[in-house]
């Protein structure tokens, strides 16, 4: 079973930022959160992961709480092309069998013009 | 290209034939993961490689789905007598290793329908 819990949908106006929450309360010491999309009919998209600190790429931002209970991704310009399934993954380590993705729902994130 | 790229990307299927589907991971990257994501599910994990070797295929939904990896490159999945229920997207992973931070890179995805 998949280790976090996401909103189900969320929509966002275009050019907005959009803030899609993720709960990990069980989160270990040594399990990093991924956050991953899906664009319709295509294979999943790494976006950005992170372990306790803040962290910022070319494409969001994470934001994860102190303690590590929580974190939330941002789009800080979102455009139509965002439009997609969000998936919030906390990666069990060590690898190996046990570093597989375990994919949940997600959120299904509609931006509007 | 750069990325991970699977073949077919399409394939439709009598049930009861055998079919193979094909992963080319990144160059140089020693871990390759299967799944498969049923239609409006999420992704279901099927099988590990590091290297050539398959470390666990408990993933595998039965014994009908086998996998082998040569050259620690291409990774083949084969389904024996297809089923119905086998039809899915299937998608291939690699990462640089096995080892935390080892971020996957998805290819495109084989879709696999049976009739």
């Known amino acids: 079973d998949a280790k976090t819990t996401q909103p189900t949908s969320m929509d966002c106006a275009e050019g907005r930022a959009a803030n899609l929450p993720c709960n990990h309360s069980t989160i270990s010491g040594n399990e990093y959160v991924y956050w991953y999309r899906q664009i319709h009919s295509q294979g999943p998209q790494y976006i950005i992961h992170?372990?306790?600190n803040n962290e910022t790429n070319e494409m969001a931002s994470l934001i994860i709480t102190e303690d590590r209970k929580s974190s939330t991704l941002i789009l800080p310009h979102a455009t139509l092309r965002d439009t997609a399934v969000y998936y919030c993954i906390v990666r069990v380590w060590p690898g190996g069998s046990q570093g597989n993705l375990i994919f949940g729902k997600g959120t299904k994130l509609s931006v509007k013009p | 290209g750069a990325g991970v790229s699977q073949s077919p990307s399409n394939k439709v299927t009598e049930k009861g034939k055998d079919v193979e589907l094909r992963c080319d991971p990144i160059s140089g990257h020693t871990a390759l993961y299967w799944y498969r994501q049923s239609l409006g599910q999420g992704l279901e994990f099927l099988i590990y490689f590091q290297g050539n070797s398959a470390p666990d295929k408990s993933g595998l939904p039965s014994d009908r789905f086998s996998a082998e990896r040569t050259g620690g490159s291409v990774s083949t999945l084969t389904i024996q007598r297809t089923q119905q229920e086998d039809s899915a997207v299937y998608l291939c992973?690699?990462?640089?290793?096995?080892?935390?931070?080892?971020?996957?890179?998805f290819g495109p995805g084989t879709r696999l329908l049976v009739l």
């Open positions: 992973a690699s990462s640089l290793g096995d080892r935390d931070q080892e971020t996957q890179y």
């Open positions: 992170g372990l306790k």
